[in-house]
């Protein structure tokens, strides 16, 4: 899986952006993914994902975690037929927006390090860009009980 890794706040610790590489390609081994898949994951402050949030989701605050899936069915969707392209076609998925604002906020909220809630936000974000999502209280209850058993499965678990 390739996993492209940005760092807008130019602040994100090497080991924090390798562990969510790591935990993100865990994922992708756990939901039986194309090892060509790809996907962005972008760190940035409150200020920005406020900015994304209000221009993308007219939700005027900041917030932990943004997905932007691709496959996603919009009504103003170009359709590829993807059988009519030759060779090799990389299967990108989507990209995620962290907040390391709100990553070290919520840790310390939640009272746990920042590394457990960067890899939930990841993984969360991760989830969503595959189809997953917590619109219904049955939906949530797959969704967050997947989470909770790849994180645990990644030696992730939350402090309790």
């Known amino acids: ?13 090497k080991e924090h952006s390798e562990l969510v590489h790591s935990l993100i390609s865990f994922a992708g081994d756990y ?21 994304i949030n209000r221009e993308y989701r007219n939700k005027d605050q900041a917030t932990d ?5 691709l496959n996603d069915d919009m009504e103003d969707d170009f359709p590829i037929n993807l ?12 990209d995620i927006i962290i907040s390391t604002d709100k990553t070290a906020e ?18 969360h974000g991760f989830l969503h860009l595959n189809g997953y ?3 219904t ?14 994180l645990d499965a990644y030696g992730l678990k939350r402090d309790e």
């Open 106 to 123: 919520q840790a310390q909220s939640y009272g746990h390090s920042f590394e457990r809630e960067l890899g939930f936000l990841a993984l």
């Open 133 to 135: 999502d917590h619109m």
């Open 65 to 69: 975690v943004i997905s932007f899936a």
């Open 83 to 94: 059988e009519t392209i030759s060779g090799a076609f990389p299967a990108n998925i989507g």
């Open 31 to 51: 939901l039986g993914l194309a090892p060509d898949t790809e996907l962005s994951i972008t760190f940035v402050g409150n200020d920005r994902i406020r900015e």
């Open 1 to 13: 899986m390739e996993i492209d890794i940005f760092d807008e706040t130019e602040s994100v610790q």
């Open 137 to 150: 209280e049955e939906d949530e209850k797959e969704m967050f009980s997947l989470q909770k058993e790849i």
